[in-house]
């Protein structure tokens, strides 16, 4: 949760072998502003892995493919934070 929050990261979901990672809702935050939001967008972008940034109701969030557990979900966050 910390790593997440660091992400600005709100709510994680694991359901049938995908993560479903949702950011602060508050669109005007300042996180979406900043540097690391900015490098997690490109890092998002750049990777093959069929990672995608999505919206749904005003809310941003990003899947991931292949995380059926929390140990797998975990490695995905921190390889962001690098």
């Given amino acids: 949760r910390m790593m997440a929050g660091k992400?600005?990261?709100?709510?994680?979901?694991?359901?049938?072998?995908m993560m479903l990672a949702w950011f602060i809702a508050e669109r005007?935050?300042?996180?979406?502003?900043?540097d690391r939001f900015g490098s997690l967008l490109q890092q998002i972008?750049?990777?093959?892995s069929g990672?995608?940034?999505l919206e749904n109701n005003g809310?941003?969030?990003f899947k991931v493919p292949g995380?059926?557990?929390?140990?797998?979900?975990?490695k995905v966050i921190?390889?962001?934070l690098v």
């Fill in 67 to 74: 995380v059926d557990s929390v140990q797998a979900a975990t």
């Fill in 51 to 53: 990672i995608s940034l």
């Fill in 28 to 34: 005007n935050h300042p996180f979406f502003q900043s």
């Fill in 45 to 48: 972008a750049a990777r093959k």
């Fill in 7 to 17: 992400l600005g990261i709100e709510r994680i979901v694991l359901k049938n072998g």
């Fill in 78 to 80: 921190a390889s962001i």
């Fill in 59 to 61: 809310k941003l969030y």
